[in-house]
């Protein structure tokens, strides 16, 4: 404790000399000595944290001369037993063992990540639903040669956009507007693809897809508590990708039959659930701040990719 106490001293003599000041021998002989070196090491962080900042200091509550109740309220609180809180913002606690940086900020990210995510998710099914509500819409691409250019068109459209979305990733708004062209471009290939597909089919796609990446997202939150790491998965995705492109190849040039294509279905949902681990991890751990475009894009695509595949096992089974 002796230790300690030199340590926070040492550190910020300004805070340490007032802190002590109100302090007895008698009052610290009730406390428990290890709750004691905790609360000192705590005063130690705070005050690394805070040593430079005038006006935290000034405004800090132990820097009133007559804060002698202050202080022992809080040292009282420090020894109290440990409960855990409901929230898991409340308390601060890392997402994962030896995180560094501060909680709510990579909090504050993943909020801003997914509600990004919502926000496309929310427009493609606006848009999905418009061109499988609305007749004349499916119907002029499949039957004209415009549409039916305009079809291949919105389906390269993803790629071409993809290339300065990843440049201009980090730059606001161009980021965002790239984005939006991305989305509905992506959202009109979703809704042409739902339009010759049965209502009961879709339902069953779009539930199961939901269950999926929730209960996904959930495990890796609760894994990455407990110190499990998935960035081993990245080359074998990108192996397993690069294998099922071959084997869509194949079938266009090759038609296999339904079995074939139950298959493939059934092949690229494991990947592209491997998929939402992965980029939820990365999410969690390795995404900078200024990331939060392409951590949504990626997402996006693994949770529309997942109710594709589903829907292309549903549709060749019913």
């Known amino acids: ?16 000399s007032k802190y002590w000041l109100h302090v007895s021998t008698s009052q610290l002989k009730h406390l428990n000595t290890r709750r004691i070196k905790k609360f000192l090491h705590s005063i130690s962080t705070q005050a690394r944290l805070s040593l430079y900042t005038q006006d935290s200091l000034s405004n800090h509550p132990f820097q009133n001369q007559n804060s002698k109740t202050n202080f022992f309220s ?8 440990y409960r855990k809180s409901a929230d898991v913002e409340v308390g601060a606690r890392p997402l994962y063992p030896m995180m560094l940086e501060i909680p709510e900020l990579r909090w504050s990210f993943i909020r801003k990540v997914y509600s990004i995510i ?43 956009v993809m290339c300065p979305l990843y440049y201009y990733h980090q730059k606001h708004p161009v980021n965002y507007i790239l984005l939006g062209i991305f989305t509905i471009s992506l959202a009109f290939a979703v809704g042409l693809t739902c339009a010759f597909t049965s209502g009961k089919v879709i339902l069953e796609s779009v539930i199961l897809t939901t269950g999926v990446v929730l209960s996904l997202t959930l495990f890796t939150f609760w894994a990455s508590r407990r ?13 397993a990708v690069f294998v099922l492109i071959l084997f ?29 681990v992965y980029d939820t991890d990365n999410l969690i751990k390795r995404y900078t701040y200024d990331d939060y475009i392409w951590a949504a894009v990626a997402l996006y695509l693994d949770i529309i990719n997942l109710f594709l595949s589903l829907l292309t096992i549903f ?3 019913d």
């Open 248 to 276: 869509a190849l194949i079938q266009v040039l090759f038609p296999l039959g339904k079995i074939s294509v139950t298959i493939y279905g059934c092949l690229a949902s494991i990947i592209f659930c491997g998929y939402i």
């Open 1 to 16: 404790m002796l230790h300690e106490t030199s340590r926070t001293s040492q550190i910020c003599p300004r805070i340490t």
């Open 227 to 239: 110190g499990y790491d998935f960035n081993f998965l990245g080359p074998f995705l990108f192996g």
């Open 315 to 317: 549709r060749a089974t």
């Open 74 to 81: 809080v040292f009282k609180m420090w020894a109290q037993p």
């Open 118 to 160: 919502a926000i496309q998710l929310l427009v493609t099914i606006a848009v999905g639903a418009a061109v499988v509500y609305y007749r004349p819409i499916a119907t002029f691409f499949v039957s004209t040669g415009e549409g039916l250019a305009l079809y291949i068109l919105l389906i390269f459209t993803p790629f071409i």
